[in-house]
């Protein structure tokens, strides 16, 4: 079984029961208590369990899961820069699909100017943000179970909507990215939802400021073969820019030449 796989199972074993030890676990998935251990301090980075004596519980409302609002006040200097550089690949006439996230919450005022845009989003607070900001411009909203936490909606009435769509571009984010996992994030349902996404639009442009690097969660979205572009606000190191040039990935942030 995978790390990634065992995590999930983890996680389902502690909404069911909210404790686990250490030591069950490690017999249930033929593994050491140690290997174990590893998974629930990997948990506990992301703020999704608390680690008590002999296992784990599970923390009800996850930091991981900041709303939206809060999340939208941070990190606004380098968010505001990702918007404005993600804002200048869009064309009039296009068609966009932006997620539920604060980063793409941010691109959202330096769309205007832009004539007969569509935009197709995830987010409840997005959508009004664009009918408010956008002099030019059709909102769609996929619909869908509202999940609080993400002001997005989610579920598979949500997905089957995104999947009779064909955007133009799709710019999204996520909690992390790492050499060796990919894209990854926390939220189970709003993965789903991105990888619906990355199946439907055209073209993939991935939105993170230089935190996210060299971190992983435990679900991956993907991996750098299913987008095109990611734009930072800046220069990564060196290491990254051959990963993802050799990928085929564009590498966007200030001051590029």
Known sequence: MLN???LDYILQELRQRKFVKVDDLAK?????PS???????????EGLVRRSYGGATLIEHPSSEIPFQVRKNERQAAKNVIGQLAAEMVQD??????DATSTTAHMVRHLEGKKN??????????SLDCIDQLSSVQVYCTGGWMNAFL????????????AEFRP????????????????TDVNEEDVF???????SCRKAVFLCDHSKFDHTSYRVICGYDAIDCIVTDKRPSDLWLHRLESAGVEVVYPGKE
């Open 151 to 162: 002001r997005g909606f989610v579920g598979e009435a949500a997905r089957q909507r995104i």
């Open 35 to 45: 290997t174990i251990r590893r998974d629930l301090n990997i948990l506990v980075k």
């Open 117 to 126: 845009l569509k935009i197709m989003t995830t987010s409840a607070q997005i």
């Open 193 to 199: 939802m991105k990888q619906q996404m990355l199946k």
């Open 168 to 183: 133009d571009i799709l710019f999204f984010s996520a909690r992390s990215l790492s050499l060796e996992d990919g894209i």
């Open 28 to 32: 249930k998935y033929f593994v050491s």
């Open 4 to 6: 990634i796989e065992r």
């Open 93 to 98: 006439d296009q068609f966009i699909f932006l």
